[in-house]
């Protein structure tokens, strides 16, 4: 005979497998309030696909539904501001377009500034010389971020100069994701810490959970030398993102070098996310390098998890419809959610240009047919959609000639609403122009998507694919 405190707890033998009906109803509705806590009370504002997956998770599998929701979903460590944001800040002689100098600002992004230099780096081979050119020349300090560091011969001559700097007493840090680079870290932790680089691994598996989750990884890439010149975009520091792999081409990618005060936003941004993989939060103030009014204009602007808002759907939103002319998008990756295919292909109704460039089979399959319905509905809408043969890993997005925006993040909803990333917004008609011309032509190296509907084991399988697209 069991006692009433079986109605709760039964024997450890039975647990949990015979939870008595009781015991599981409350366990059950336990976790369905720890989702509303989490998530409303932290005011966290979330995809319809991700809450409907995670509700239905913890009801059908309650066991394994709340451990998988307490560690992986969390969204935003950081909570709306309740009072509005004064519009100041902007440079009077600024070129950005009105309305996306007022959303910024808004939204709390440090405002743009006028540099010294702004180079782009479409070629893989330039952008890995631009990199090391940046570590052997430095004199004081070097900060890198990145996602992926390879255990290959980009990696290796990444770290080669970081020990060549070390050695000659540069300050050098180095954060890497811990999931990005899983696999290739440990080769390279023991080199550079003997020579005394510092080295942070951001949210390793194991942690605790009030720190961030493990769904939450840094996507930016980013390498800072004495606080003045930055490299940064879209590229990972391994061989397919430069000179290719197992006999394959490099991927197209795109970055670009910055020589002002672009640099100092971006190392105040690394002092960021190095205190949070520090697991200590003290403000710091660098120095910042005096700006060249007549130089580029450039904005870097942060959006992740240690922001309120998602800054950069918002601004891809506003610009959906601001756009008078002309949309280009390059990414690889397309998984956009429901608000951004309607402003899309709103904006191609009303007579926007929308062009989206892509690679014709990226190196995530699941992607490729998660895009499937939503390229159709562009492409529907008036659209022209570009299909590369090679692999594309850049990111870039052009509006109207006016702006330009370009770093890690990928159209997808992950890079929207679950990494950190960091985009840099451009406003000089030179910068604009390359960007525009160079993603011109390489739809040009493309083939039209036709838009064709598919079959039916076809969209069962897109349908099927799409409910976990959010995480892709």
């Not at 309650?62 to 451990?67: A, D, I, K, N």
């Not at 307490?70 to 944001?85: D, I, Q, S, Y």
């Not at 971006?266 to 009014?293: G, Y």
């Not at 509907?453 to 976990?468: C, W």
């Amino acid at each position: 005979m069991y006692d009433w405190k079986d109605l709760l707890l039964p024997p450890m033998h039975w647990w949990p497998t015979f939870l008595s009906a009781l015991g599981h109803g409350i366990f059950v509705v336990s976790g369905l309030l720890v989702y509303v806590l989490v998530t409303r009370a932290g005011q966290q504002r979330r995809h319809p696909a991700a809450a409907i997956g995670w509700v239905l998770g913890i009801v059908a599998f309650p066991y394994l539904g709340v451990p998988l929701f307490l560690t992986f979903g969390g969204r935003k460590f950081t909570r709306p501001n309740a009072a509005p944001v004064a519009a100041s800040g902007v440079p009077a002689d600024s070129e950005a377009p009105e309305w996306a100098s007022a959303l910024l600002v808004a939204l709390g992004v440090a405002p743009p500034s006028h540099n010294a230099q702004i180079r782009f780096l479409p070629d893989g081979t330039a952008s890995l010389d631009a990199l090391l050119n940046l570590l052997r020349s430095a004199e004081r300090q070097i900060d890198i971020c990145t996602f992926i560091l390879g255990a290959d011969r980009v990696g290796q001559a990444v770290v080669d100069a970081l020990i060549a700097a070390a050695q000659r007493g540069v300050r050098c840090r180095l954060l890497v994701d811990a999931i990005g680079s899983l696999h290739t870290v440990p080769v390279h932790i023991k080199q550079l810490r003997a020579v005394g680089v510092t080295v942070k691994r951001f949210m390793p598996l194991l942690h605790n959970p009030l720190q961030g989750r493990t769904n939450l990884r840094n996507h930016r890439k980013l390498a800072v030398a004495d606080g003045a010149r930055l490299w940064a975009g879209g590229q990972n520091l391994a061989d397919e993102y430069f000179i290719g792999q197992d006999g394959m081409p490099a991927w197209i990618d795109l970055g670009f070098e910055v020589e002002g005060p672009l640099a100092t936003a971006a190392l105040a941004q690394f002092e960021r996310d190095w205190n949070r993989a520090s697991r200590k939060f003290r403000p710091t103030t660098p120095a910042v390098p005096a700006a060249h009014p007549a130089g580029p204009l450039a904005q870097w602007i942060p959006t992740g998890p240690d922001g309120a808002d998602d800054t950069i759907h918002a601004l891809l939103l506003a610009a959906a419809y601001h756009a008078k002319e002309s949309i280009v998008a390059v990414t690889p990756y397309f998984v956009p959610d429901e608000a951004l295919m309607d402003a899309w292909c709103i904006a191609c109704r009303r007579g926007v240009q929308f062009t989206l460039v892509l690679p014709h089979k990226s190196n995530h399959r699941m992607a490729d047919i998660a895009r499937e319905r939503a390229l159709r509905r562009l492409v529907q809408s008036g659209a022209r959609v570009w299909l590369l043969p090679d692999m594309l890993h850049a990111k870039a997005v052009i509006v109207d000639q006016s702006m330009a925006l370009s770093g890690s993040l990928n159209l997808d909803g992950r890079s929207l609403f679950l990494n950190y990333e960091a985009m840099v917004a451009f406003y000089g008609r030179d910068e604009v122009g390359w960007l525009q011309q160079w993603a011109m032509q390489l739809a040009s190296r493309g083939k039209l998507h036709a838009g064709k509907p598919p079959g039916l084991l076809r969209d069962v399988l897109e349908g099927v694919v799409r409910l976990v697209a959010f995480q892709l």
